[in-house]
């Protein structure tokens, strides 16, 4: 299985609708595969947000009992053909009155930081020039995401600040970076690595984990992001 297999079979697999090797063979790939297991991740994360967030009501018990004796009484009505089909319109637009007016009736609950965040459009973008403290960098962030479930995030690297970002890398305990960098990219964390960067130490693009994109100039992106797309800016 391919990249592309993955993606016309994720949201099957999602559902649980795939045969059993056809779901083996795509959690194999995932394994294999960094960006398969992002889009996997974020795809998986908002369909949890999305269940969560859905309500159902159920019609009260008179109103079903009422409706299926109208439904069988107009089906035994052979005479009133017109009549049986307005009752079966009467009872669906009474059954959508029912929930609509449970609806109405649920308590008022104040937004999660989630629905805050993307209320108030919250971007912000973090600019990491240096390999000094890269740990303490991805903690910030994380901490960001804490508090701010929906905030969105870009983390742009050059110079020394793309090290983090290479396959292997390790901070000064020797643990790699890529679980953490895997983790905050599931929340929606987008890192960008500076071009001229790598074009100047000779980095070719396949050195950087999957969750890496790459864009022309890392100064220039971060102005792109402040005066076009409206980001705050914090220098790690």
């Given amino acids: 299985m391919n990249c592309q297999d993955l993606h016309r079979l994720v949201h099957a697999y999602l559902d649980q609708e795939l ?8 959690e194999a790939h995932l394994k294999d595969c960094g ?15 999305e269940a969560q967030q859905l309500h159902f009501h ?30 079966a319109a009467t009872a669906v637009l009474a059954l959508s009155l029912a ?13 999660g930081p989630a629905q805050l965040a993307a209320r108030s ?33 870009i983390v742009v690297a050059h110079n020394n600040g793309v090290d983090f970002l290479l396959r292997g ?14 983790q905050l990219a599931t929340q929606g964390v987008d890192f960008r690595v500076c071009q001229n960067t790598l074009t100047r130490r000779q980095i070719g693009p396949d050195a950087l ?4 994109h790459l864009v022309p100039s890392g100064i220039a992106e971060i102005s792109r992001l402040q005066t076009q797309e409206g980001y705050a800016y914090m220098k790690l």
């Fill in 99 to 111: 929930a609509l007016l449970a609806w109405i009736a649920l308590p008022v609950t104040s937004p």
């Fill in 35 to 49: 960006a398969c297991r992002v889009q996997h991740a974020k795809l998986r994360a908002l369909r949890d947000i």
């Fill in 209 to 212: 984990v999957p969750e890496a």
């Fill in 121 to 153: 459009g919250e971007k912000m973008v973090y600019h990491i020039a240096s390999d000094a403290d890269v740990t303490t960098a991805l903690r910030n962030v994380s901490n960001h995401l804490a508090v701010s479930p929906g905030a969105r995030i």
């Fill in 169 to 182: 890398a390790q901070d000064r305990d020797g643990s790699p970076y890529a679980s953490s960098i895997l």
């Fill in 58 to 87: 159920a019609a009260p018990e008179p109103l079903k009992t009422r409706i299926a004796h109208d439904l069988r009484a107009g089906c035994h009505n052979e005479a009133a053909p017109q009549l049986r089909a307005w009752r």
């Fill in 19 to 26: 045969d059993l090797m056809t779901s083996l063979d795509l």
